[in-house]
């Protein structure tokens, strides 16, 4: 089974705020003194709410949108 697609965290960035850990709807991640983990990566429904939450964009979720026949993306990160 593939590993599970969440947002990354770019830890440098982080302010520890933590939002994106207490705000996230699915409760996938929890604040450690390094910053936010996935503490549950398949619980995670990639809604966008922690990348939208973070006041320092320490959080990106890359989308590639796939369309047509030849499978012609555009990447939206």
Request: with cysteine; hydrophobic share 35%; proline share 9%.
């Amino acid at each position: 089974m593939a590993d599970p697609i969440t947002p990354s965290i770019n830890l440098s960035l982080c302010n520890h705020c933590t939002l994106c850990a207490v705000l996230c709807p699915e409760d996938a991640l929890t604040m450690r003194e390094q910053g936010p983990v996935f503490n549950i990566p398949l619980t995670c429904t990639y809604c966008l709410e922690c990348e939208g939450l973070c006041p320092t964009g320490a959080i990106r979720a890359p989308l590639t949108v796939t369309w047509g026949a030849q499978s012609e993306s555009i990447n939206l990160s």
